[in-house]
């Protein structure tokens, strides 16, 4: 069964950074595609940045030119650099590893940017 280690979400000012990591007990040959998304209270969960196996990527609208989806096969990991953060980008963030074995998410890790 496929695990995922989420880390890296805290407290941030307005204008801050953070960087989430997304750690996955699976070769990185079964995965296909990782995915960041997050929700907000009282939303529904969005899509924020997926990266392919081939290392396609696709962000959302709200976040392009900020955030950035890399990925450390040698880790099996996958990251996400958040800049310029604001209020609105506050909301528990999920990692989503579709791979050979299925749709797997992590547990979520919470980002909060005060004002």
């Known amino acids: 069964q496929v695990q995922l280690v989420e880390s890296g979400g805290g407290l941030v000012q307005a204008g801050g950074s953070l960087r989430l990591s997304c750690a996955a007990s699976?070769?990185?040959?079964?995965?296909?595609?990782v995915g960041w998304y997050r929700q907000a209270p009282g939303k529904q969960r969005e899509l924020v940045a997926r990266i392919t196996d081939l290392g396609s990527t696709n962000y959302a609208d709200s976040v392009k030119g900020r955030f950035t989806i890399s990925r450390d096969n040698a880790k099996n990991t996958v990251y996400l650099q958040m800049n310029s953060l604001t209020p609105e980008d506050t909301a528990v963030y999920y990692c989503n590893v579709v791979s050979l074995f299925g749709d797997v998410w992590g547990q979520g890790t919470q980002v909060t940017v005060s004002s």
């Open positions: 699976v070769s990185r040959f079964s995965v296909k595609t």
